[in-house]
Protein backbone atom coordinates (compact mmCIF):
# COMPACT_ATOMS: atom_id res chain seq x y z
CA UNK A 1 0.00 0.00 0.00
CA UNK A 2 1.01 3.45 -0.56
CA UNK A 3 1.62 5.66 2.37
CA UNK A 4 1.83 8.85 0.74
CA UNK A 5 0.72 9.88 -2.94
CA UNK A 6 1.49 12.56 -5.02
CA UNK A 7 0.45 14.22 -8.32
CA UNK A 8 1.42 17.21 -9.97
CA UNK A 9 2.10 19.05 -7.21
CA UNK A 10 3.19 22.64 -8.06
CA UNK A 11 4.15 25.90 -5.65
CA UNK A 12 4.84 29.20 -7.12
CA UNK A 13 5.83 32.35 -5.63
CA UNK A 14 4.96 35.30 -7.05
CA UNK A 15 5.45 33.78 -10.60
CA UNK A 16 8.67 32.23 -9.63
CA UNK A 17 7.98 27.92 -9.78
CA UNK A 18 9.69 26.05 -6.81
CA UNK A 19 7.93 23.33 -7.24
CA UNK A 20 6.77 22.28 -11.21
CA UNK A 21 4.30 19.63 -10.95
CA UNK A 22 5.63 16.61 -9.54
CA UNK A 23 4.42 12.86 -8.91
CA UNK A 24 5.53 9.99 -6.77
CA UNK A 25 4.14 7.71 -4.47
CA UNK A 26 6.01 6.37 -1.09
CA UNK A 27 5.65 3.34 0.06
CA UNK A 28 4.21 1.91 3.72
CA UNK A 29 7.49 1.12 5.77
CA UNK A 30 9.75 2.48 3.05
CA UNK A 31 12.60 4.99 3.08
CA UNK A 32 11.93 7.31 0.54
CA UNK A 33 14.48 10.09 -0.28
CA UNK A 34 14.41 13.32 -2.35
CA UNK A 35 17.64 13.79 -3.48
CA UNK A 36 18.81 17.61 -5.11
CA UNK A 37 20.60 20.48 -4.81
CA UNK A 38 19.83 23.18 -2.59
CA UNK A 39 17.03 25.16 -4.00
CA UNK A 40 15.75 22.45 -6.27
CA UNK A 41 12.47 22.39 -3.89
CA UNK A 42 12.42 19.45 -1.50
CA UNK A 43 11.37 21.98 1.73
CA UNK A 44 8.86 23.10 -0.51
CA UNK A 45 7.11 19.76 -0.85
CA UNK A 46 7.55 18.68 2.17
CA UNK A 47 5.84 22.09 3.80
CA UNK A 48 3.21 21.19 0.99
CA UNK A 49 3.05 17.66 2.22
CA UNK A 50 2.53 18.83 6.06
CA UNK A 51 -0.16 21.62 5.59
CA UNK A 52 2.52 24.43 6.24
CA UNK A 53 2.04 25.93 2.99
CA UNK A 54 -0.98 25.42 0.16
CA UNK A 55 -0.25 23.89 -3.33
CA UNK A 56 -0.75 26.04 -5.68
CA UNK A 57 -1.66 22.79 -8.36
CA UNK A 58 -2.33 19.37 -8.21
CA UNK A 59 -2.54 17.16 -4.70
CA UNK A 60 -1.30 14.57 -2.29
CA UNK A 61 -2.73 11.64 -0.25
CA UNK A 62 -1.03 11.35 3.09
CA UNK A 63 -2.47 7.90 4.77
CA UNK A 64 -5.21 7.83 2.47
CA UNK A 65 -6.49 11.66 3.84
CA UNK A 66 -6.64 14.19 1.14
CA UNK A 67 -4.31 17.03 1.97
CA UNK A 68 -6.79 19.64 0.94
CA UNK A 69 -9.63 18.60 3.08
CA UNK A 70 -7.98 15.86 5.61
CA UNK A 71 -4.46 17.80 6.32
CA UNK A 72 -5.88 17.84 10.52
CA UNK A 73 -6.59 13.89 10.26
CA UNK A 74 -3.35 13.28 8.42
CA UNK A 75 -1.27 15.90 11.15
CA UNK A 76 -2.20 13.51 14.11
CA UNK A 77 -0.97 10.45 12.01
CA UNK A 78 2.66 12.28 11.14
CA UNK A 79 5.57 13.35 12.62
CA UNK A 80 7.68 16.60 11.41
CA UNK A 81 11.31 17.53 11.54
CA UNK A 82 11.71 20.40 10.17
CA UNK A 83 14.99 21.53 8.53
CA UNK A 84 16.03 24.05 11.63
CA UNK A 85 15.87 22.84 14.98
CA UNK A 86 13.18 24.89 16.43
CA UNK A 87 12.09 23.05 20.14
CA UNK A 88 11.95 25.34 22.65
CA UNK A 89 15.51 26.92 23.79
CA UNK A 90 13.69 27.69 27.43
CA UNK A 91 12.56 24.29 28.09
CA UNK A 92 14.27 21.21 28.94
CA UNK A 93 14.64 18.09 26.78
CA UNK A 94 12.12 16.64 28.91
CA UNK A 95 9.49 19.99 29.05
CA UNK A 96 9.77 20.00 25.23
CA UNK A 97 8.61 16.36 24.79
CA UNK A 98 5.71 16.94 26.99
CA UNK A 99 4.67 20.19 25.65
CA UNK A 100 4.60 18.21 21.92
CA UNK A 101 2.96 15.80 23.65
CA UNK A 102 0.45 17.68 25.00
CA UNK A 103 -0.09 19.78 22.00
CA UNK A 104 -1.37 16.11 19.73
CA UNK A 105 -3.38 14.85 22.79
CA UNK A 106 -1.54 12.28 24.29
CA UNK A 107 -3.17 10.83 27.03
CA UNK A 108 -1.87 12.12 30.34
CA UNK A 109 -0.69 9.27 31.95
CA UNK A 110 1.40 8.01 28.88
CA UNK A 111 3.07 11.71 28.19
CA UNK A 112 5.87 11.12 30.74
CA UNK A 113 6.54 7.30 29.57
CA UNK A 114 6.72 7.70 26.45
CA UNK A 115 9.08 11.07 26.82
CA UNK A 116 10.93 8.73 28.96
CA UNK A 117 11.32 6.46 26.21
CA UNK A 118 12.19 8.28 23.46
CA UNK A 119 15.06 10.73 25.36
CA UNK A 120 16.45 6.74 26.64
CA UNK A 121 16.12 6.02 22.58
CA UNK A 122 17.75 8.90 21.52
CA UNK A 123 21.06 8.88 24.13
CA UNK A 124 19.67 12.09 25.61
CA UNK A 125 18.18 10.28 29.17
CA UNK A 126 21.07 12.13 31.26
CA UNK A 127 20.58 15.55 29.55
CA UNK A 128 16.68 15.51 30.18
CA UNK A 129 16.38 18.22 32.40
CA UNK A 130 19.07 20.49 30.56
CA UNK A 131 17.35 22.97 28.29
CA UNK A 132 17.38 22.89 24.51
CA UNK A 133 19.25 25.85 24.11
CA UNK A 134 22.27 24.23 25.94
CA UNK A 135 22.15 21.36 23.69
CA UNK A 136 24.99 20.74 20.81
CA UNK A 137 23.87 20.39 17.40
CA UNK A 138 23.25 16.92 17.08
CA UNK A 139 21.68 16.91 20.11
CA UNK A 140 19.40 19.08 19.28
CA UNK A 141 18.54 17.68 15.79
CA UNK A 142 18.30 13.90 17.67
CA UNK A 143 15.51 15.62 20.57
CA UNK A 144 14.03 17.60 17.20
CA UNK A 145 13.62 14.05 16.00
CA UNK A 146 12.31 12.63 19.27
CA UNK A 147 10.07 15.28 19.48
CA UNK A 148 8.60 14.33 16.48
CA UNK A 149 7.61 10.53 17.62
CA UNK A 150 5.66 11.74 21.17
CA UNK A 151 2.37 10.85 19.31
CA UNK A 152 4.17 7.63 17.38
CA UNK A 153 3.16 8.90 14.08
CA UNK A 154 2.85 6.30 11.39
CA UNK A 155 4.47 8.82 8.68
CA UNK A 156 7.79 10.74 9.70
CA UNK A 157 8.87 14.06 7.43
CA UNK A 158 12.67 14.01 7.90
CA UNK A 159 13.97 17.38 6.20
CA UNK A 160 17.82 17.65 5.72
CA UNK A 161 18.49 15.52 8.99
CA UNK A 162 21.88 15.61 8.78
CA UNK A 163 23.15 19.36 7.56
CA UNK A 164 25.46 20.62 9.56
CA UNK A 165 26.35 18.19 12.02
CA UNK A 166 29.89 16.71 12.45
CA UNK A 167 30.46 13.16 11.14
CA UNK A 168 30.31 11.07 14.11
CA UNK A 169 26.73 13.21 15.09
CA UNK A 170 25.68 12.55 11.64
CA UNK A 171 26.38 9.00 11.69
CA UNK A 172 24.64 8.40 14.97
CA UNK A 173 21.79 9.85 13.55
CA UNK A 174 21.61 8.03 10.38
CA UNK A 175 21.55 5.23 13.18
CA UNK A 176 18.72 6.32 14.48
CA UNK A 177 16.94 6.62 11.25
CA UNK A 178 17.73 3.16 10.40
CA UNK A 179 16.29 1.93 13.64
CA UNK A 180 13.00 3.92 12.81
CA UNK A 181 12.89 2.10 9.40
CA UNK A 182 13.47 -1.03 11.18
CA UNK A 183 10.46 -0.64 13.33
CA UNK A 184 8.63 -0.02 10.28
CA UNK A 185 8.19 3.68 10.24
CA UNK A 186 7.74 5.06 6.90
CA UNK A 187 10.19 8.05 6.30
CA UNK A 188 10.35 10.53 3.73
CA UNK A 189 13.61 12.35 3.88
CA UNK A 190 15.45 15.27 2.02
CA UNK A 191 19.43 15.41 1.31
CA UNK A 192 21.38 16.93 -0.67
CA UNK A 193 24.14 14.20 0.36
CA UNK A 194 24.46 11.66 -1.96
CA UNK A 195 26.10 9.33 0.52
CA UNK A 196 23.36 9.77 2.88
CA UNK A 197 20.98 9.14 -0.21
CA UNK A 198 22.67 5.84 -0.51
CA UNK A 199 22.64 4.63 2.61
CA UNK A 200 19.95 5.33 3.99
CA UNK A 201 16.67 5.61 0.89
CA UNK A 202 15.22 2.20 -0.18
CA UNK A 203 14.22 4.84 -3.02
CA UNK A 204 15.16 8.25 -4.36
CA UNK A 205 13.55 10.87 -6.15
CA UNK A 206 16.34 13.06 -7.96
CA UNK A 207 14.50 16.57 -8.01
CA UNK A 208 16.53 19.13 -9.91
CA UNK A 209 14.99 22.41 -10.21
CA UNK A 210 11.40 21.76 -9.09
CA UNK A 211 11.09 18.67 -11.11
CA UNK A 212 11.88 14.63 -10.20
CA UNK A 213 14.47 13.99 -13.18
CA UNK A 214 14.26 9.89 -11.81
CA UNK A 215 12.87 7.80 -9.37
CA UNK A 216 14.48 4.28 -8.75
CA UNK A 217 16.50 2.18 -6.16
CA UNK A 218 19.83 3.32 -5.23
CA UNK A 219 20.70 0.32 -7.36
CA UNK A 220 18.80 1.10 -9.98
CA UNK A 221 19.93 4.65 -10.24
CA UNK A 222 23.94 3.58 -10.34
CA UNK A 223 22.67 1.46 -13.54
CA UNK A 224 21.96 4.43 -15.09
CA UNK A 225 25.17 5.48 -14.43
CA UNK A 226 27.26 3.23 -16.79
CA UNK A 227 25.98 0.51 -18.28
CA UNK A 228 29.29 -1.18 -19.37
CA UNK A 229 31.43 -3.08 -17.11
CA UNK A 230 34.32 -0.81 -15.94
CA UNK A 231 37.60 -2.83 -14.98
CA UNK A 232 40.50 -1.05 -12.86
CA UNK A 233 43.88 -2.37 -13.44
CA UNK A 234 47.42 -2.14 -11.56
CA UNK A 235 50.85 -3.74 -12.92
CA UNK A 236 53.91 -4.11 -11.09
CA UNK A 237 55.64 -2.42 -13.66
CA UNK A 238 55.37 0.65 -16.13
CA UNK A 239 53.20 -0.32 -19.30
CA UNK A 240 52.53 2.92 -21.04
CA UNK A 241 54.82 1.84 -23.92
CA UNK A 242 52.48 -1.54 -24.72
CA UNK A 243 48.67 0.41 -25.08
CA UNK A 244 48.75 -0.76 -28.38
CA UNK A 245 49.22 -4.53 -28.22
CA UNK A 246 46.76 -3.94 -25.02
CA UNK A 247 44.67 -2.59 -27.33
CA UNK A 248 44.39 -5.25 -29.60
CA UNK A 249 43.62 -7.79 -27.06
CA UNK A 250 40.77 -5.82 -25.82
CA UNK A 251 38.53 -5.74 -29.05
CA UNK A 252 35.33 -2.90 -27.74
CA UNK A 253 36.84 -1.61 -24.83
CA UNK A 254 38.37 1.74 -24.39
CA UNK A 255 41.29 1.87 -22.35
CA UNK A 256 41.85 4.98 -20.03
CA UNK A 257 45.11 5.12 -17.79
CA UNK A 258 45.40 6.56 -14.57
CA UNK A 259 48.88 6.68 -14.67
CA UNK A 260 52.26 4.47 -15.92
CA UNK A 261 51.43 1.30 -14.36
CA UNK A 262 47.01 1.89 -13.74
CA UNK A 263 44.38 1.98 -16.30
CA UNK A 264 40.84 1.39 -16.26
CA UNK A 265 39.06 -0.36 -19.21
CA UNK A 266 35.40 0.64 -19.88
CA UNK A 267 33.06 -1.88 -21.69
CA UNK A 268 33.82 -4.87 -24.30
CA UNK A 269 32.60 -8.35 -23.14
CA UNK A 270 34.13 -8.97 -19.41
CA UNK A 271 35.13 -12.43 -19.85
CA UNK A 272 37.69 -11.85 -23.22
CA UNK A 273 38.48 -8.53 -21.55
CA UNK A 274 39.89 -10.12 -18.50
CA UNK A 275 41.36 -13.19 -20.57
CA UNK A 276 43.07 -10.33 -22.56
CA UNK A 277 44.54 -8.22 -19.82
CA UNK A 278 45.86 -11.76 -17.90
CA UNK A 279 47.70 -12.69 -21.63
CA UNK A 280 48.69 -9.54 -21.92
CA UNK A 281 50.58 -9.77 -18.40
CA UNK A 282 51.75 -13.12 -19.01
CA UNK A 283 53.76 -12.07 -22.08
CA UNK A 284 55.14 -9.11 -20.88
CA UNK A 285 55.73 -10.11 -17.77
CA UNK A 286 54.00 -7.26 -16.11
CA UNK A 287 53.35 -9.12 -12.41
CA UNK A 288 49.66 -8.26 -12.39
CA UNK A 289 49.19 -6.42 -9.01
CA UNK A 290 45.68 -5.65 -8.50
CA UNK A 291 42.21 -6.37 -10.61
CA UNK A 292 39.10 -4.44 -9.63
CA UNK A 293 35.41 -3.96 -10.78
CA UNK A 294 34.42 -0.73 -10.38
CA UNK A 295 31.05 -0.42 -9.14
CA UNK A 296 29.47 3.10 -10.48
CA UNK A 297 28.72 5.28 -7.10
CA UNK A 298 25.23 7.18 -7.20
CA UNK A 299 27.69 10.39 -7.84
CA UNK A 300 28.41 8.65 -11.10
CA UNK A 301 24.66 8.28 -11.75
CA UNK A 302 23.62 11.62 -10.37
CA UNK A 303 25.86 13.09 -12.85
CA UNK A 304 24.68 11.54 -15.73
CA UNK A 305 21.02 11.53 -15.15
CA UNK A 306 21.05 15.45 -13.95
CA UNK A 307 23.63 16.78 -16.38
CA UNK A 308 25.15 18.39 -12.97
CA UNK A 309 28.80 18.61 -11.91
CA UNK A 310 28.62 16.53 -8.08
CA UNK A 311 30.31 19.96 -6.56
CA UNK A 312 26.40 21.28 -6.98
CA UNK A 313 25.82 18.97 -3.94
CA UNK A 314 28.41 20.54 -1.73
CA UNK A 315 27.59 23.72 -1.24
CA UNK A 316 26.10 24.28 1.86
CA UNK A 317 23.26 26.95 2.75
CA UNK A 318 25.41 29.75 5.04
CA UNK A 319 24.50 30.72 7.91
CA UNK A 320 21.09 28.78 8.73
CA UNK A 321 21.24 25.10 10.39
CA UNK A 322 21.71 23.57 13.86
CA UNK B 1 -12.01 18.70 16.09
CA UNK B 2 -13.66 21.01 18.70
CA UNK B 3 -11.56 19.24 21.38
CA UNK B 4 -8.07 19.55 19.64
CA UNK B 5 -8.55 23.04 19.20
CA UNK B 6 -9.33 23.79 22.80
CA UNK B 7 -6.53 21.87 23.78
CA UNK B 8 -3.88 23.65 21.88
CA UNK B 9 -5.71 26.81 22.98
CA UNK B 10 -4.78 25.95 26.64
CA UNK B 11 -1.46 24.55 26.47
CA UNK B 12 0.12 27.03 24.21
CA UNK B 13 -1.41 29.79 26.46
CA UNK B 14 -0.44 28.08 29.18
CA UNK B 15 3.02 27.76 27.67
CA UNK B 16 3.93 31.11 26.68
CA UNK B 17 2.84 32.43 30.43
CA UNK B 18 5.79 30.24 32.17
CA UNK B 19 8.53 30.83 29.57
CA UNK B 20 7.63 34.40 28.45
CA UNK B 21 4.97 36.45 31.00
CA UNK B 22 5.56 35.17 33.91
CA UNK B 23 9.44 36.75 33.69
CA UNK B 24 10.75 40.39 34.73
CA UNK B 25 10.23 42.14 31.73
CA UNK B 26 6.35 41.51 30.98
CA UNK B 27 5.69 41.83 34.82
CA UNK B 28 7.27 45.35 34.82
CA UNK B 29 5.70 46.57 31.64
CA UNK B 30 1.99 45.00 32.83
CA UNK B 31 2.16 46.00 36.36
CA UNK B 32 4.98 48.11 37.53
CA UNK B 33 4.65 50.92 34.72
CA UNK B 34 1.04 51.18 35.25
CA UNK B 35 1.54 51.65 38.52
CA UNK B 36 4.71 53.96 38.59
CA UNK B 37 3.05 56.56 36.00
CA UNK B 38 -0.37 56.70 38.15
CA UNK B 39 2.22 57.41 41.18
CA UNK B 40 3.51 60.04 39.26
CA UNK B 41 0.45 61.79 38.18
CA UNK B 42 -0.44 61.82 41.81
CA UNK B 43 2.28 63.51 43.19
CA UNK B 44 2.44 66.05 40.25
CA UNK B 45 -1.09 67.09 41.62
CA UNK B 46 -2.21 65.46 44.86
CA UNK B 47 -5.78 65.16 44.83
CA UNK B 48 -8.21 62.22 45.24
CA UNK B 49 -6.04 59.30 44.47
CA UNK B 50 -9.10 57.36 44.45
CA UNK B 51 -10.43 59.01 41.15
CA UNK B 52 -6.96 57.42 39.60
CA UNK B 53 -8.08 53.99 40.34
CA UNK B 54 -10.11 53.67 36.63
CA UNK B 55 -7.55 54.43 34.77
CA UNK B 56 -4.59 53.11 36.61
CA UNK B 57 -6.58 49.70 36.37
CA UNK B 58 -7.72 50.35 32.82
CA UNK B 59 -3.83 50.95 31.96
CA UNK B 60 -3.06 47.79 33.47
CA UNK B 61 -4.93 45.57 31.46
CA UNK B 62 -3.33 47.64 28.41
CA UNK B 63 0.03 47.37 29.59
CA UNK B 64 -0.21 43.76 31.08
CA UNK B 65 -1.77 42.15 27.77
CA UNK B 66 0.27 43.46 25.44
CA UNK B 67 3.72 43.11 27.33
CA UNK B 68 4.97 39.68 25.46
CA UNK B 69 2.84 39.25 22.51
CA UNK B 70 5.47 40.94 19.89
CA UNK B 71 7.39 38.03 21.27
CA UNK B 72 5.30 35.39 21.71
CA UNK B 73 4.45 36.54 17.92
CA UNK B 74 7.15 37.96 16.31
CA UNK B 75 9.95 35.95 17.92
CA UNK B 76 8.49 32.40 17.38
CA UNK B 77 7.72 33.16 13.82
CA UNK B 78 11.59 34.02 13.52
CA UNK B 79 12.46 30.92 15.17
CA UNK B 80 10.53 28.61 13.66
CA UNK B 81 8.66 27.60 16.65
CA UNK B 82 5.56 29.15 15.59
CA UNK B 83 5.46 26.41 12.65
CA UNK B 84 6.00 24.03 14.64
CA UNK B 85 2.62 24.41 16.58
CA UNK B 86 1.01 24.34 13.47
CA UNK B 87 1.83 21.04 12.47
CA UNK B 88 -0.35 19.84 15.60
CA UNK B 89 -3.94 19.02 14.28
CA UNK B 90 -4.87 22.59 14.83
CA UNK B 91 -5.53 25.31 12.56
CA UNK B 92 -3.86 28.53 12.43
CA UNK B 93 -6.99 30.71 14.10
CA UNK B 94 -6.54 28.47 17.40
CA UNK B 95 -2.66 29.48 17.54
CA UNK B 96 -3.21 32.70 17.03
CA UNK B 97 -6.18 32.32 20.09
CA UNK B 98 -3.30 30.34 22.14
CA UNK B 99 -1.36 33.43 21.78
CA UNK B 100 -4.40 35.84 22.82
CA UNK B 101 -5.09 33.68 25.35
CA UNK B 102 -1.49 33.61 26.42
CA UNK B 103 -1.77 37.68 26.94
CA UNK B 104 -5.29 37.36 28.60
CA UNK B 105 -4.13 35.37 31.18
CA UNK B 106 -1.44 37.03 31.90
CA UNK B 107 -3.26 40.39 31.97
CA UNK B 108 -5.99 38.66 33.96
CA UNK B 109 -3.68 37.73 36.64
CA UNK B 110 -1.91 41.04 37.00
CA UNK B 111 -5.28 42.92 36.46
CA UNK B 112 -6.72 40.68 39.72
CA UNK B 113 -3.51 41.51 41.99
CA UNK B 114 -3.61 45.90 41.36
CA UNK B 115 -7.66 45.66 41.81
CA UNK B 116 -7.36 43.89 44.52
CA UNK B 117 -4.63 45.84 46.09
CA UNK B 118 -6.08 49.31 45.30
CA UNK B 119 -9.94 48.14 46.40
CA UNK B 120 -9.00 46.54 49.72
CA UNK B 121 -6.31 48.98 50.50
CA UNK B 122 -8.28 51.77 49.98
CA UNK B 123 -11.65 50.20 50.74
CA UNK B 124 -13.53 50.74 47.70
CA UNK B 125 -16.72 49.37 46.61
CA UNK B 126 -17.01 48.80 43.02
CA UNK B 127 -19.85 47.32 41.52
CA UNK B 128 -18.15 43.55 40.55
CA UNK B 129 -21.34 43.23 38.28
CA UNK B 130 -20.02 45.78 35.86
CA UNK B 131 -16.71 46.16 36.86
CA UNK B 132 -15.66 41.97 35.56
CA UNK B 133 -17.33 42.05 32.28
CA UNK B 134 -15.76 45.39 31.39
CA UNK B 135 -12.42 44.20 32.84
CA UNK B 136 -12.68 40.26 30.64
CA UNK B 137 -13.64 41.79 27.27
CA UNK B 138 -10.96 44.46 27.62
CA UNK B 139 -8.50 41.82 28.14
CA UNK B 140 -9.23 40.31 25.34
CA UNK B 141 -9.35 42.91 22.95
CA UNK B 142 -6.10 44.53 23.68
CA UNK B 143 -4.62 41.05 23.46
CA UNK B 144 -6.05 40.99 20.35
CA UNK B 145 -4.51 44.07 19.53
CA UNK B 146 -1.61 43.03 20.56
CA UNK B 147 -1.78 40.14 18.45
CA UNK B 148 -2.49 41.88 15.60
CA UNK B 149 0.31 44.25 15.74
CA UNK B 150 2.42 41.35 16.20
CA UNK B 151 1.07 39.53 12.90
CA UNK B 152 1.73 42.74 10.54
CA UNK B 153 5.57 42.76 11.21
CA UNK B 154 8.01 40.94 10.69
CA UNK B 155 10.64 41.72 13.74
CA UNK B 156 9.96 41.62 17.48
CA UNK B 157 11.33 45.43 17.55
CA UNK B 158 9.18 46.67 14.66
CA UNK B 159 6.37 44.96 16.22
CA UNK B 160 7.05 46.44 19.46
CA UNK B 161 7.69 49.90 18.49
CA UNK B 162 4.57 50.70 16.55
CA UNK B 163 2.64 48.99 19.03
CA UNK B 164 3.66 51.72 21.47
CA UNK B 165 1.86 54.48 18.83
CA UNK B 166 -1.63 53.34 20.28
CA UNK B 167 -0.44 52.67 23.53
CA UNK B 168 0.73 55.62 24.46
CA UNK B 169 -2.06 56.91 22.15
CA UNK B 170 -4.90 55.89 24.36
CA UNK B 171 -3.06 56.64 27.67
CA UNK B 172 -3.07 60.16 26.63
CA UNK B 173 -6.66 60.66 25.12
CA UNK B 174 -8.75 57.94 26.49
CA UNK B 175 -9.03 59.30 29.93
CA UNK B 176 -7.19 57.57 31.83
CA UNK B 177 -5.76 60.51 33.48
CA UNK B 178 -7.09 63.42 32.03
CA UNK B 179 -10.99 64.16 31.46
CA UNK B 180 -12.16 63.64 28.27
CA UNK B 181 -14.54 66.13 28.80
CA UNK B 182 -12.02 68.68 29.32
CA UNK B 183 -10.12 67.80 25.77
CA UNK B 184 -10.87 70.61 22.78
CA UNK B 185 -13.30 68.90 20.56
CA UNK B 186 -11.50 67.34 17.80
CA UNK B 187 -9.48 65.33 20.83
CA UNK B 188 -12.84 63.87 22.12
CA UNK B 189 -14.20 63.04 18.73
CA UNK B 190 -10.35 60.64 18.43
CA UNK B 191 -11.26 59.31 21.95
CA UNK B 192 -14.61 57.97 20.27
CA UNK B 193 -12.74 55.38 18.39
CA UNK B 194 -10.01 53.73 20.73
CA UNK B 195 -11.11 51.17 22.74
CA UNK B 196 -9.65 51.78 26.26
CA UNK B 197 -12.05 54.86 25.98
CA UNK B 198 -14.79 52.30 26.80
CA UNK B 199 -12.97 50.39 28.85
CA UNK B 200 -12.16 53.63 31.13
CA UNK B 201 -15.85 54.19 31.15
CA UNK B 202 -17.23 51.26 31.92
CA UNK B 203 -14.44 50.86 34.85
CA UNK B 204 -15.12 54.70 36.35
CA UNK B 205 -19.15 53.72 35.88
CA UNK B 206 -18.43 50.31 38.24
CA UNK B 207 -16.53 52.68 40.94
CA UNK B 208 -19.17 55.46 40.76
CA UNK B 209 -21.47 55.98 43.43
CA UNK B 210 -24.44 56.54 41.25
CA UNK B 211 -24.99 53.22 39.38
CA UNK B 212 -24.91 53.07 35.34
CA UNK B 213 -25.58 51.33 32.39
CA UNK B 214 -22.21 49.56 31.22
CA UNK B 215 -24.00 48.11 28.42
CA UNK B 216 -22.70 50.80 25.99
CA UNK B 217 -19.60 50.34 26.20
CA UNK B 218 -19.76 46.41 26.35
CA UNK B 219 -20.72 46.44 22.96
CA UNK B 220 -18.67 48.37 21.37
CA UNK B 221 -15.35 46.68 23.33
CA UNK B 222 -17.40 43.32 21.74
CA UNK B 223 -17.37 45.36 18.36
CA UNK B 224 -13.08 46.22 18.94
CA UNK B 225 -12.51 42.65 19.45
CA UNK B 226 -13.64 41.60 16.49
CA UNK B 227 -11.92 43.93 14.11
CA UNK B 228 -8.79 42.84 15.52
CA UNK B 229 -9.37 39.06 16.09
CA UNK B 230 -10.52 38.34 13.05
CA UNK B 231 -7.86 39.93 11.00
CA UNK B 232 -5.41 39.20 13.30
CA UNK B 233 -6.46 35.33 12.66
CA UNK B 234 -6.52 36.13 8.96
CA UNK B 235 -2.81 37.54 8.57
CA UNK B 236 -1.52 34.50 10.30
CA UNK B 237 -3.53 32.19 8.12
CA UNK B 238 -1.85 33.62 5.09
CA UNK B 239 2.00 33.42 6.10
CA UNK B 240 1.20 29.97 5.52
CA UNK B 241 -0.13 29.94 2.22
N1 LIG C 1 8.36 31.61 0.75
C1 LIG C 1 9.07 31.68 -0.38
N2 LIG C 1 8.96 32.75 -1.20
C2 LIG C 1 9.66 32.83 -2.34
N3 LIG C 1 10.52 31.88 -2.78
C3 LIG C 1 10.68 30.79 -2.03
C4 LIG C 1 9.97 30.63 -0.79
N4 LIG C 1 10.34 29.44 -0.25
C5 LIG C 1 11.23 28.89 -1.11
N5 LIG C 1 11.43 29.70 -2.19
C6 LIG C 1 12.32 29.42 -3.33
O1 LIG C 1 11.96 28.17 -3.86
C7 LIG C 1 13.12 27.46 -4.27
C8 LIG C 1 13.14 26.10 -3.60
O2 LIG C 1 13.42 26.28 -2.24
P1 LIG C 1 13.50 25.07 -1.23
O3 LIG C 1 12.25 24.27 -1.35
O4 LIG C 1 13.80 25.64 0.10
O5 LIG C 1 14.71 24.23 -1.77
P2 LIG C 1 15.58 23.10 -1.05
O6 LIG C 1 14.88 22.72 0.20
O7 LIG C 1 15.63 22.00 -2.04
O8 LIG C 1 16.92 23.70 -0.80
C9 LIG C 1 14.31 28.32 -3.92
O9 LIG C 1 14.73 29.00 -5.07
C10 LIG C 1 13.78 29.28 -2.90
O10 LIG C 1 14.45 30.51 -2.95
MG1 LIG D 1 15.64 22.72 2.15
Aim: glycine share 8%; aromatic share 8%; hydrophobic share 45%.
Amino acid sequence: MNAIEVRGLIKRFDGFTAVDGISFDVKEGEVFGLLGPNGSGKTTTIRMLVGLSRPTEGGAKILGFDLSSGITEAKRKIGVVPDSSNLYDELSARENLLFMAKLYGVPKDLREERAEELLKAFGLYQRRYDRFGTFSRGMKRALTIAAALVHDPKVLFLDEPTVGLDVVAARSLRNLISDLHRKGLTIILTTHYLEEADHLCDRIAILVKGEVVAVDTPQGLKRYADERSVIEVSFGREVAGLVGDLSARLPGAEVVFLDEARMTVRGGDPSRVLEGIFEFSKDHDLGLSAINSIRPSLEDAFVRITGLSPTVMAREKGGKGG
Amino acid sequence: MIRDDLRCIYHIAAKDMRTYYLKPPAVSWGMVFPAAWTLAFYLRSPSNFDDLIPGLIAMTILFSTTAAEAVVINFELRLGSLERLLLAPVSAESVLLGKVMGGFFFGLLMTSMVTLGTVLGLDLHPDLLVLIPVGLISLLVFSSMGALFSVLFKEVFEAQTFLNLPRFLMVFLCGVVYPISAMPWWLQQTSQLLPLTYTVEGIRAAFSAAPSSSSKDLLLLAVFLMLFLLPAMRMLRKRFE
